[in-house]
């Protein structure tokens, strides 16, 4: 039994509402919410998160919950299927890392906390990129759709993720055997919190986030005294030309209809003055939507790292290591289709609109590609209190309200929490079959 087959629960969008309406008290997080945004935990590191996450499961009585995959991951399986059939089998997803941030947003609950990185350095944490919704709100779905199991059949998986920031999680988790742990999901669904209009949802077909591939780049030169380049053999040029023939791959080979970016957003050479020294290190971030631009560009960068190395007679080949190989995430369009005809009936048709492509990543896609490219969706759910949208668009201030990674990046707790869980939940039962 497939996802398509239960359309009809979909466009009429009755029963999934009544199911939300009845049980949403059971559904509020906001408390989880708090929790989790003044104990936040830098990528890899969610060993709290993750213990939470795996309580709460526990204590709603899902089937099973699987912990400490890929790290410190959290699955929950809660399956509710019958009439002797498999069913229709739901994946969702959360993301439960912070970013290395000094928060800055006064809040009551705000994050001070301090801690040591997977490289030994202690850093700020905050959850400056709206994880800790993620986290509630699919808690609360879980709760709604354990609580609301008689009115559907099927299996849901509820799978919260570590080190989305750093991109490892999603594929630590699938090499750490998650796909030998459950049921074959037949939809994979995710969502994002973004500083739109709280109580509103964005979501497109196609190329909704962009893929992403960083390298790490060493040139080897030959190192020598500053007033003797004659003798040496220079990585800094070398670098240096590296970086501007880099720019020349957007304007001069990918066609102009086509998206990419290609920068150099890491660059150290030497340590001194008078010294030309013997390696330069630089990091290389490319980003694309489509899967043949993506390797032409991603060939093209090795292509002249080692052109331009071999251009300034350096003694050895450069290293070029890579350190994101991450998909970009494509909404499959009837899936869209119907979560868009669902969030229009339930929300109201003005509080839904279609997602702007976003140039950021996220290895969500990850798991569609390990799956061999499963029907999946990915939208995303405003923060901004609505009374501070309104005015800043009656300003013309929208640019100016703090976004993702900023230290200021606070969204309302509601009507926020409220609409992340609502969607989460709404979005499962529309491919869960009716009981």
């Not at 800094?236 to 970016?261: H, K, M, N």
């Not at 070029?320 to 669902?342: F, G, M, S, Y």
């Not at 230290?407 to 509601?414: D, I, K, L, T």
């Given at each position: 039994?497939?996802?398509?087959?239960?359309l009809?629960?979909?466009i009429?969008?009755?029963s999934?509402?009544?199911?939300?309406?009845?049980?949403?008290?059971?559904g509020c997080?906001?408390?989880?919410y708090?929790?989790?945004?003044?104990?936040?935990e830098?990528?890899?590191?969610?060993m709290?998160t993750?213990?939470?996450?795996?309580?709460?499961?526990?204590?709603?009585?899902?089937?099973?919950?699987?912990?400490?995959?890929g790290?410190h991951?959290?699955?929950?399986v809660?399956?509710?299927?019958r009439?002797?059939?498999?069913?229709?089998?739901?994946?969702?997803?959360?993301?439960?890392?912070a970013?290395?941030?000094q928060?800055?947003?006064?809040?009551?609950?705000?994050?001070t906390?301090r801690?040591?990185?997977r490289f030994?350095?202690?850093?700020p944490?905050?959850?400056?990129c709206g994880h800790?919704?993620?986290?509630?709100?699919l808690?609360a779905?879980?709760?709604?759709?354990f609580?609301?199991?008689?009115?559907?059949?099927g299996?849901?998986?509820?799978?919260?993720?570590?080190g989305e920031?750093?991109?490892a999680g999603?594929?630590?988790m699938?090499r750490d055997g998650?796909?030998?742990k459950i049921?074959?999901?037949?939809?994979l669904?995710?969502?994002?919190v973004v500083p739109?209009?709280a109580g509103?949802?964005q979501?497109?077909?196609?190329?909704?986030?962009?893929?992403?591939?960083?390298?790490?780049?060493?040139?080897?030169?030959?190192?020598?005294?500053g007033?003797?380049?004659?003798?040496?053999?220079?990585?800094?040029?070398?670098?240096?030309?590296?970086?501007?023939?880099?720019?020349?791959?957007?304007?001069r080979?990918?066609?102009?209809?086509?998206?990419?970016?290609?920068?150099c957003?890491?660059?150290h050479?030497?340590k001194?003055?008078?010294?030309?020294?013997e390696?330069?290190d630089?990091?290389?971030?490319?980003?694309?939507?489509d899967?043949q631009?993506?390797?032409?560009?991603?060939?093209?960068?090795?292509?002249?790292?080692?052109a331009e190395?071999?251009?300034?007679?350096?003694p050895?080949?450069p290293?070029?290591?890579?350190?994101?190989?991450i998909?970009?995430i494509?909404?499959?369009?009837?899936?869209v289709?119907k979560?868009?005809?669902?969030?229009r009936g339930?929300?109201?048709?003005?509080?839904?609109?279609?997602?702007?492509?976003?140039?950021a990543?996220d290895?969500f896609?990850v798991?569609?590609?390990q799956?061999?490219?499963?029907?999946c969706a990915?939208?995303?759910?405003?923060?901004?209190d609505?009374?501070?949208?309104?005015?800043?668009?009656?300003?013309?201030?929208?640019?100016e309200?703090p976004?993702?990674?900023s230290?200021y990046?606070?969204?309302?707790?509601e009507?926020?929490?409220?609409?992340?869980t609502?969607a989460?939940?709404?979005?499962?039962?529309?491919?869960?079959d009716?009981a």
């Amino acid at each position: 039994m497939t996802w398509q087959r239960n359309l009809r629960l979909q466009i009429a969008g009755v029963s999934c509402v009544e199911v939300i309406s009845r049980h949403w008290t059971r559904g509020c997080r906001s408390e989880i919410y708090k929790t989790c945004h003044q104990n936040p935990e830098l990528s890899m590191l969610e060993m709290e998160t993750g213990e939470l996450v795996q309580r709460e499961l526990k204590s709603l009585g899902f089937d099973e919950v699987y912990t400490n995959i890929g790290g410190h991951g959290v699955v929950g399986v809660l399956r509710n299927c019958r009439r002797n059939e498999d069913g229709p089998v739901v994946m969702l997803r959360a993301d439960m890392d912070a970013l290395p941030i000094q928060e800055l947003t006064c809040l009551p609950y705000a994050s001070t906390k301090r801690q040591l990185d997977r490289f030994g350095t202690e850093q700020p944490v905050m959850h400056a990129c709206g994880h800790d919704f993620h986290v509630a709100c699919l808690l609360a779905a879980a709760d709604i759709l354990f609580s609301a199991r008689k009115a559907w059949s099927g299996t849901v998986i509820c799978v919260f993720q570590p080190g989305e920031e750093d991109g490892a999680g999603a594929r630590a988790m699938v090499r750490d055997g998650l796909f030998d742990k459950i049921p074959r999901p037949t939809v994979l669904l995710g969502q994002h919190v973004v500083p739109t209009k709280a109580g509103t949802v964005q979501i497109r077909a196609g190329a909704a986030l962009s893929a992403c591939d960083c390298f790490d780049v060493r040139l080897f030169g030959k190192g020598g005294h500053g007033s003797s380049p004659h003798l040496c053999r220079d990585p800094v040029l070398a670098a240096c030309a590296t970086v501007l023939r880099l720019q020349g791959i957007v304007s001069r080979e990918v066609d102009p209809a086509q998206f990419a970016v290609v920068t150099c957003v890491y660059l150290h050479a030497g340590k001194a003055i008078n010294i030309v020294p013997e390696t330069v290190d630089m990091k290389v971030d490319v980003r694309t939507y489509d899967p043949q631009v993506r390797a032409d560009v991603v060939a093209a960068v090795k292509r002249i790292i080692k052109a331009e190395s071999g251009a300034s007679m350096l003694p050895k080949e450069p290293e070029i290591k890579q350190t994101d190989d991450i998909p970009a995430i494509i909404n499959n369009p009837r899936v869209v289709e119907k979560l868009t005809n669902v969030f229009r009936g339930y929300f109201s048709p003005e509080k839904i609109s279609v997602m702007a492509r976003d140039t950021a990543s996220d290895d969500f896609s990850v798991f569609a590609e390990q799956l061999g490219g499963i029907p999946c969706a990915y939208w995303n759910f405003g923060g901004t209190d609505p009374d501070v949208w309104d005015r800043a668009s009656r300003e013309g201030k929208i640019s100016e309200l703090p976004k993702n990674h900023s230290a200021y990046f606070a969204p309302a707790v509601e009507p926020t929490l409220r609409t992340g869980t609502d969607a989460m939940a709404l979005a499962a039962l529309s491919f869960l079959d009716e009981a």
